[in-house]
């Protein structure tokens, strides 16, 4: 979604050339993927091989090497290096993409890191149980942030998608807010809570972060709430729920994927982002807002968003304030639908895309800028990276 409504604001800008990098798995055949724009071309992104114990040390020692486990072939690199200096600016999602091509400098660049890889292992780390686990995680804390501190070196600016993320890089660069938002409806819609009550919860079950959350909220959360609320279900909505949630307990619904969820969750008196895992902004919050549902979430959950506990949502770290923000939403909804609206109304103000439009187009403009005197010897460093 993130990367879909830059590319309408750049569109919008400019003439828009898009290469799109992913595994065979994310595409099996060109025709199938629904972009919403003309690609230029796919760029299928293979395995890397972790090599012997000193590639592996390397790698890690070595800011400049690839950490993320994943790469181009040699010759899609020198594909986009043939084609690098027709563009005025490359708009490169995410730091993975950037290393999969093996270059260091990139010229005329903006990154858009969207999640800062260290804060999500920070965020593993406190959530671990296992002394090794949360070591392992700490170390892979430590060298992520090596990287990030060079980023400034790398790129002529950088985009993030919150104030915190800007503060916690600290670079010395211009770095852009864009905030991650959601559409606004073709309308208002009207919400329409059923009876029994459901609360619902909505996202990949891919990601391993959503896994978690889920079920530690049905471990530590639904059978209190169930206590209380008798009748209450829980909602599921995500692709691969079957296979990938491990939950069990009463009234747990998994719907898997559904097409066209406005519906279903008009129907909920609430939606739970009990994130535990995770870096950046969770567009579950903007889209909760977007369709004026009452929200409860953990503050990792509402992280890189300014709101306030029981101003626009609740929010509520452990079980017992989780369980007890949920009942308390259910069992008092004007309450509940009083910050929803206050919720919709930052959210059209400054987190739809249209409010957010600019900032992308402030980012794009800052590069036109800074990168005005480069030329043909800084693409040429490419070949060199």
């Keep these: 979604m993130r990367v879909r409504q830059i590319a309408t604001a750049l569109q919008e800008f400019g003439d828009l050339n898009i290469v799109v990098a992913g595994g065979k798995e994310d595409f099996p055949g060109e025709n199938e993927v629904e972009t919403g724009f003309d690609v230029d071309r796919f760029i299928p992104l293979h395995l890397k091989n972790n090599g012997n114990i000193f590639h592996r040390v390397r790698r890690a020692v070595d800011v400049k090497t690839n950490p993320f486990g994943r790469e181009v072939a040699e010759s899609e690199k020198q594909w986009l290096r043939g084609h690098v200096s027709q563009f005025d600016i490359l708009w490169i999602h995410h730091l993975c993409t950037a290393h999969a091509f093996g270059w260091w400098k990139w010229p005329r660049s903006v990154m858009d890191v969207d999640d800062v890889t260290s804060t999500y292992c920070e965020s593993v780390a406190q959530g671990s149980n296992g002394f090794a686990q949360r070591g392992r995680a700490r170390l892979q804390t430590f060298l992520m942030r090596r990287r990030e501190r060079r980023l400034n070196q790398r790129f002529n600016v950088i985009a993030v998608c919150s104030e915190a993320d800007r503060q916690y890089l600290d670079l010395d660069a211009p770095v852009h807010v864009i905030p991650n938002g959601f559409e606004i409806p073709e309308r208002k819609g009207e919400r329409n809570p059923v009876t029994p009550p459901r609360i619902g919860f909505i996202g990949t079950f891919n990601y ?37 949630l491990k939950v069990s307990g009463a009234d747990i619904d998994l719907l898997g994927y559904v097409d066209s969820p406005e519906p279903e969750m008009a129907t909920w008196s609430l939606l739970i982002v009990p994130t535990r895992k995770g870096a950046g902004t969770r567009v579950k919050i903007s889209d909760g807002f977007s369709k004026r549902l009452p929200i409860v979430t953990t503050s990792l959950g509402v992280s890189g968003y300014d709101v306030k506990d029981g101003v626009e949502l609740f929010i509520a770290d ?46 794009a403009e800052d590069c036109l800028r800074r990168s005005r005197d480069e030329g043909p010897a800084t693409v040429a460093e490419l070949a060199s990276s």
């Design 208 to 244: 391993e972060a959503n896994v978690d959350s889920v079920q530690w909220f049905v471990q530590n959360c639904w059978p209190q709430i169930k206590q209380q609320v008798p009748d209450a279900h829980l909602r599921l909505v995500g692709n691969n729920s079957f296979d990938r």
């Design 318 to 363: 452990t079980p017992a304030d989780f369980v007890r923000a949920c009942v308390r939403a259910v069992n008092e909804p004007a309450l509940a639908q009083q910050m929803a609206e206050r919720g919709w109304n930052r959210f059209v103000n400054e987190w739809s895309w249209n409010a957010i439009r600019p900032r992308i187009w402030a980012a």
